[in-house]
């Protein structure tokens, strides 16, 4: 029951650039996604989340782009930064439930 | 900065055994949730609680589970009789509220437990 995918398991990026973070959904009945980071013996920290009553939310560095049409999310994040290093989830959820769910991660690695 | 605080923060269990995961959420939280993460997997949800009962509970989370919030404060999880299968990090998380289509919320998860069943 892969409804969140995360395809790209790792990314790395040179510090400074920018990264970028992908994550595909198959259910048309979400309409909130998140952002969540996690470093390693940590609980995931919320970062960002957008409506899909929006296309774009930005919060300083991280900025999440919604494609409700292709049922596709992006997190951007720049300038990147070693402190950035990390693994990323996107979640989803919908009306009507409590839950989220959760894509499998991908771990950023930022270069110095 | 307001904290959910889990303990303890590694348990080892035999198969078999009982065991209880104590979660403290943020004192104004209304929602309260768990979620695990097998070693390799995704975060998964378990359970959610609102207003002394369970709003919502997933496959995963059958008759061996169970949770409670006894006195105000602790938040748990029970695992009646444990499998080795159960072994994983599971994470507490509450919420002020549930989100809006406008708001930015999320939840606040704790640092979890992590199960091993041996």
């Known amino acids: 029951d892969q409804q969140v995918k995360q395809n790209s398991p790792s990314l790395s990026v040179q510090e400074g650039r920018i990264s970028i973070l992908n994550c595909d959904y198959t259910n048309s009945m979400f309409d909130y996604f998140l952002w969540y980071k996690k470093y390693p013996a940590e609980g995931p920290t919320f970062l960002i989340s957008?409506?899909?009553?929006?296309d774009k939310n930005e919060d300083g560095r991280f900025t999440v782009f919604l494609n409700k049409s292709a049922k596709h999310l992006s997190l951007h994040i720049v300038p990147s930064q070693p402190g950035d290093s990390a693994v990323y989830f996107c979640a989803a959820t919908g009306s009507g439930t409590y839950k989220y769910i959760f894509g499998t991660g991908t771990r950023l690695k930022v270069l110095a | 900065e307001p904290e959910v605080t889990q303990t303890p923060s590694h348990q080892v269990t035999q198969m078999g055994q009982e065991v209880i995961l104590r979660c403290v959420p943020i004192?104004?939280?209304?929602?309260f949730y768990w979620y695990r993460q097998i070693l390799g997997q995704k975060v998964e949800f378990l359970v959610s609680?609102?207003?002394?009962?369970?709003?919502?509970k997933s496959e995963i989370f059958d008759d061996q589970f169970s949770v409670e919030r006894p006195d105000g404060s602790n938040f748990t999880l029970k695992i009646r009789s444990t499998k080795l299968e159960d072994s994983a990090m599971y994470f507490c998380?509450?919420?002020?509220?549930?989100?809006?289509?406008?708001?930015?919320?999320?939840?606040?998860f704790g640092s979890g437990t992590r199960l091993t069943v041996v």
């Open positions: 004192s104004n939280h209304l929602y």
């Open positions: 957008i409506s899909s009553i929006k």
């Open positions: 609680f609102y207003n002394n009962e369970i709003s919502e």
């Open positions: 998380a509450s919420s002020e509220a549930l989100r809006t289509r406008a708001s930015t919320y999320g939840y606040t």
